[in-house]
């Protein structure tokens, strides 16, 4: 069974959950240029695509006049990636959520400045296996008795969940703990950040959860929207129920606050330091939010309204240091809402 990790003419085929792109401009670079020019990156699996795919194309640009760019990526999770970027590890965190106050008092203290740059939007999106022809929409409250801790043992039916569903076993699959979607889904649809039950099959890699969700006719799963537009033969969608409305994710509805509150957005986090001493780093910043709403397009996200881009542009340049995001998700922000809060920053 084929997964896809990229959308679109740039596609990557497999589970890789890393990549290790190398770039030699010129036979004369020194050894002290290389150094300077090498970029970690790490953090959301949601986020990779995009920033694997801004690499790429900025590698055969002219941006880099002379040097080697040495670009290392990983998805170990929002959380673990804030951990190394705290750490002073990697240059640039991706992330599925906001900055939140453990990991800013880990970044305060190891005296590691950042800029936080939103990239684009996305949904936690909700997908059944193929055969399952029963379930098309389900409810927050429904998600909620699902994942919720008091759940685990007891709630092991689709019956269980809704009456008109058959009398079958549910099988779940999520993101580990590690993971900006696991605790933006918790946020939004358990209420309580990080609580969840523990009986169900976790990965970092939303590809492995495809591959398991598709194999499994029991199956019920969450990850980023990117995976599902790419992998959607695979996959069946759910619409979140509220009322007698049922809306589905889609670009439309993501952008225009349709899919509250299980849309959100997406961001790199930039060291400020090594965006200080790596002009590579800062070439590749500049390269990464002029060319965003294509990248993030094409790896199957949705894009921000250009004003968007342009406080990102600006918070980059001015060196604005910091969140407005006060160490929570804040699920449920609309575009207005968010867009107000750039401006303000």
Not at 93 to 117: F, H, K, T, W
Request: hydrophobic content about 35%.
């Amino acid at each position: 069974m084929a997964i896809t990790t990229n959308y679109k003419k740039r596609v990557i085929t497999g589970l890789s959950i890393g990549a290790l792109i190398t770039v030699t401009l010129s036979s004369c670079t020194s050894v002290d240029s290389i150094a300077t020019s090498k970029v970690e990156i790490d953090g959301s699996s949601t986020v990779y695509p995009i920033s694997r795919n801004v690499i790429e194309e900025f590698q055969g640009t002219q941006a880099i006049k002379d040097g080697v760019l040495v670009a290392n990526v990983e998805l170990s999770g929002t959380r673990a990636g804030f951990e190394k970027f705290c750490g002073g590890e990697t240059d640039i965190n991706n992330a599925s959520r906001p900055i939140q106050l453990d990991e800013m008092e880990a970044c305060d203290q190891s005296g590691v400045r950042y800029i936080e740059l939103i990239i684009g939007l996305d949904a936690i999106t909700i997908v059944v296996n193929p055969k399952n022809n029963f379930a098309k929409d389900i409810t927050l409250e429904e998600l909620k008795k699902l994942w919720e801790p008091q759940a685990e043992g007891k709630i092991t039916h689709w019956n269980q969940i809704r009456e008109s569903w058959p009398n079958q076993p549910i099988n779940l699959y999520g993101p580990g703990k590690d993971s900006g979607t696991f605790d933006y889904f918790t946020e939004a649809v358990i209420k309580q950040k990080g609580a969840v039950r523990s009986d169900y099959t976790a990965n970092k890699n939303p590809n492995v959860l495809v591959q398991k969700i598709a194999e499994d006719s029991n199956a019920l799963g969450y990850f980023g929207y990117g995976y599902y537009k790419i992998n959607n033969n695979l996959v069946n969608l759910l619409a979140i129920k509220n009322g007698d409305e049922s809306v589905l994710p889609s670009r439309y509805n993501i952008k225009w606050d349709q899919y509250r509150p299980l849309s959100r957005p997406l961001f790199i986090y930039v060291n400020i330091k090594a965006s200080q001493d790596k002009p590579f780093l800062r070439e590749f910043i500049h390269f990464y939010l002029e060319n965003a709403p294509e990248f993030v397009s094409d790896s199957g996200y949705v894009p921000l309204p250009k004003e968007g881009y342009k406080l990102s542009k600006q918070h980059f340049e001015t060196g604005k240091a910091g969140t407005v995001f006060e160490g929570t998700s804040q699920v449920n922000l609309t575009m207005d809402q968010l867009l107000k809060k750039e401006a303000a920053f």
